[in-house]
């Protein structure tokens, strides 16, 4: 009698797990002292990129492991 209501209890906790997508925390993020923040004028173009600042191109997307959005290196 015991065991039913364990195997149960134990299908109940892995249906309610189940299923559960977290995403990762975006780090906070702080212009550079001596320039102004802009905001993005366009959505993300992908998961993973951050808006980001360049010291020659200004802000972009940026992703770690693509680069730049639209070709800045």
């Known amino acids: 009698m015991r065991l039913p209501v364990l195997a149960l209890s134990a299908a109940a906790l892995a249906a309610i797990l189940t299923g559960c997508?977290?995403?990762p925390a975006q780090p906070v993020y702080a212009a550079p002292p001596g320039?102004?923040?802009v905001a993005?004028?366009?959505?993300s173009p992908?998961?993973?990129f951050v808006w980001n600042y360049h010291p020659r191109?200004?802000?972009g997307w940026?992703?770690?492991r693509y680069g730049w959005h639209r070709g800045w290196r």
């Open 40 to 43: 993005p004028t366009y959505v």
């Open 35 to 37: 320039v102004a923040y």
């Open 57 to 59: 191109y200004g802000y």
């Open 46 to 48: 992908g998961v993973g």
């Open 21 to 23: 997508v977290v995403a």
């Open 62 to 64: 940026h992703h770690p």
